[in-house]
């Protein structure tokens, strides 16, 4: 019995199904909700933004206080917004720039600065980013909020939709679970940087992630 229960606690979710079925009762609906998409970079959003745009009303939330150093977040916003201005979208698209503190990354990472990449570090990352897009999302009345932080093939996608739909849960407002690496997404964001010619950074944005890139 004990074994039975283990296997079921580690199968994976098809969070890309999830996702599917949420979309075609969209469709049906003949309507778009508004979504507030918390977006890591360009390059990973570009694909994100083509795809949910079908369906959703976006403002696009760049919250990242975990990038450094400062000249590198300013150029992570700026391929963003120039990335929103030059796609072309079935709904608007619009963007609102996040606080840059990096001491709120800082302050949740003491402690954690020698795990390794992947581990509880960033899980705590992903956690203070969706937090707030939660707090966003529910303070503006969106009917969803999402990451594009699943299309990553080095991200884990399960992890990252456990935290948003328990941080959805106490803010009150539903997350839209993903796996946008799924239907080829991952392709498709790097043929849509090369379209545009995005900066399309080596390594996270932390200081803990750069010298394991360097």
Not at 17 to 28: A, F, M, Q, V, W
Not at 171 to 186: E, H, I, P
Request: net charge neutral; with cysteine; hydrophobic share 30%.
């Amino acid at each position: 019995m004990n074994k039975v229960i283990t296997k079921q606690q580690k199968q994976k979710i098809n969070y890309q199904k999830k996702l599917d079925r949420i979309l075609e009762g969209i469709e049906k609906e003949k309507q778009a909700p508004s979504l507030l998409l918390h977006s890591c970079c360009a390059p990973c959003s570009s694909y994100v933004l083509e795809y949910l745009s079908w369906y959703f009303r976006i403002t696009v939330l760049y919250y990242n206080p975990n990038i450094s150093p400062e000249h590198e977040y300013r150029k992570r916003v700026d391929e963003i917004r120039r990335l929103i201005g030059e796609m072309d979208f079935r709904y608007p698209v619009s963007f609102e720039e996040g606080r840059y503190e990096p001491s709120e990354f800082y302050d949740m990472a003491r402690g954690m600065e020698d795990l390794p990449e992947g581990g509880e570090r960033c899980f705590a990352c992903f956690e203070l980013r969706l937090r707030e897009a939660a707090k966003k999302a529910a303070e503006y009345h969106f009917d969803y909020f999402c990451t594009t932080l699943t299309i990553s093939p080095l991200k884990n996608e399960q992890k990252i939709n456990e935290i948003g739909l328990r941080i959805g849960c106490e803010y009150g407002v539903s997350y839209l679970v993903s796996d946008f690496k799924k239907k080829n997404g991952y392709k498709r964001s790097v043929e849509l940087s090369e379209k545009y010619d995005l900066y399309r950074q080596n390594f996270c944005g932390c200081v803990y992630s750069r010298p394991e890139k360097e």
